[in-house]
């Protein structure tokens, strides 16, 4: 995206270089990164991030308003409704694709949007590394709005752990040391303090919860929950489980963020939301004629994640066997531009927009990115097997 330092990349590049990077990257924690790590970071010029943020703040301005809870309601399915719910999402995360427009400019198009946190630690620990092995202008920071590794880690950690100490505060997920993501559980005890814990290793006494601390052994009570439970994933898993604690009960414990904003902030927003760089989308019980090119959209269910049930090439049989439409997205599909040039064929980008929410602000505050590079038909790991230059990137944006 910014030729120069491409090339520049590209010509110093060796799979030696790339070899060593790893080997240090997994030294950490060996065995815990699953994930592919791409040969290359994403170079993120100045107006392409100016474009990427006009439609996150155009975005924030409805979550913003007073009618967003009301509007989102129906977002949250009644079996998993968890009681307590607090005034925002601590994080928020915007999902961008570099596409070609009608007249073949490079512009962000948002593909999805979640309440809830992703790779907020590791997302320190990868690409500060990355520099050790490769050149990446002084200029150029994974961090964005004035942040920088120590603002960044304080606000964290502010955000997470807030006046509760971190003994106190824990990392809550299903089977979290089986978790394709577990490196960025163990970044985060690196960094803030707490644990990863279990839902099945969770001790309710009436409203209380404790869990056993794995250095002192003694039971611990939750006073905070950082929650990476997503409950399709606990539904689909719950026989593997055995007993584990109701977390949807009326519980004496704060949400960093409440499991409710998961549901509130998807691609349930997505029909809400009228910017040039959001693809037109539309409930699809609200839809009187379908259009006539319905090559040129995307099906996909509200209450399904992980590009799970997604209908990429879409038939009028395809629509005609839904019987609940009201739980389904029509969205404009959007052309992904092959932009990252690579020793063969080039690679598609997505990039991630991380927010984070602090107490008491009126607004969340852009702090972090990620990026994810595909040669596939869609970003993900079973579209991009045996290819190279490929996986989990980061975008280094110019300041």
Same mark, same amino acid.
Not at 26 to 52: C, Q, W, Y
Not at 273 to 292: G, M, W
Not at 333 to 351: G, L
């Given at each position: ?20 990077? *790893? ?41 913003? #308003? ?28 915007? #999902? ?60 964290? =950690?502010? @955000? ?9 505060? /824990? *990392?809550?997920? @299903? ?8 490196? #960025?559980? %163990? ?23 404790? +869990? /056993? ?7 611990? $009570? ?15 898993? =719950? ?36 910017? &040039? ?13 379908? &259009?006539? #090119?319905?090559?040129? %959209?995307? *099906? ?18 395809? @629509?005609?066997? /839904? ?5 389904? @997205? ?10 990252? $040039?690579?020793?063969?064929? &080039? ?7 991380? +927010? ?11 702090? /972090? ?5 595909? $040669?596939? =038909? ?17 975008? %280094?944006?110019?300041?």
């Amino acid at each position: 995206m910014v030729p120069a330092l491409r090339n520049a990349f590209n010509a110093a590049f060796t799979n030696e270089k790339y070899a060593s990077f *790893l080997k240090e990257l997994n030294s950490l924690h060996p065995g815990a990164i699953e994930f592919r790590i791409a040969e290359t970071p994403v170079f993120v010029p100045k107006d392409f991030n100016e474009k990427m943020i006009s439609a996150c703040e155009s975005i924030i301005d409805i979550i913003t #308003d007073e009618r967003f809870g009301q509007m989102t309601e129906r977002a949250i399915p009644a079996a998993d409704r968890v009681p307590n719910e607090n005034k925002h999402s601590h994080f928020i995360a915007f #999902d961008f694709g570099v596409c070609l427009n009608t007249e073949d400019e490079l512009e962000p198009q948002l593909i999805e949007m979640q309440g809830f946190p992703t790779l907020f630690a590791f997302q320190v620990y990868y690409p500060d590394l990355l520099r050790k092995y490769f050149e990446i202008p002084a200029n150029y920071s994974q961090y964005l709005q004035g942040y920088n590794r120590d603002t960044y880690l304080r606000d964290l =950690k502010k @955000i997470v752990v807030g006046n509760s100490s971190p003994e106190n505060t /824990i *990392l809550l997920e @299903i089977k979290p040391h089986e978790q394709k993501t577990r490196i #960025d559980f %163990y970044c985060t005890q690196d960094y803030l303090g707490i644990e990863p814990v279990c839902i099945s290793d969770l001790i309710q006494e009436g409203k209380e919860l404790f +869990y /056993i601390h794995s250095i002192s052994g003694r039971k611990t $009570k939750v006073e905070r929950i950082y929650n990476r439970v997503i409950f399709d994933d606990l539904q689909s898993q =719950k026989d593997k489980l055995g007993n584990f604690v109701d977390i949807r009960q009326n519980l004496d414990v704060e949400w960093i963020p409440h499991p409710n904003w998961f549901y509130r902030i998807s691609k349930f927003t997505l029909p809400f939301i009228h910017h &040039p760089y959001v693809p037109q989308t539309y409930f699809l019980n609200e839809i009187k004629l379908l &259009p006539a #090119d319905l090559e040129n %959209y995307v *099906l996909k269910p509200l209450f399904s994640f992980a590009g799970q049930g997604v209908v990429i090439d879409i038939q009028p049989s395809d @629509i005609n066997q /839904i019987r609940d439409p009201e739980n389904w @997205i029509l969205q404009r599909k959007v052309k992904y531009a092959d932009v990252i $040039k690579t020793p063969d064929n &080039p690679a598609k980008v997505e990039i991630r927009m991380m +927010y984070m929410w602090m107490d008491g602000d009126s607004r969340p505050r852009l702090a /972090i990115n990620l990026a994810r590079l595909s $040669k596939g =038909k869609m970003i993900g790991v079973r579209y991009n097997k045996d290819k190279q230059w490929v996986g989990g990137s980061v975008g %280094y944006f110019e300041t």
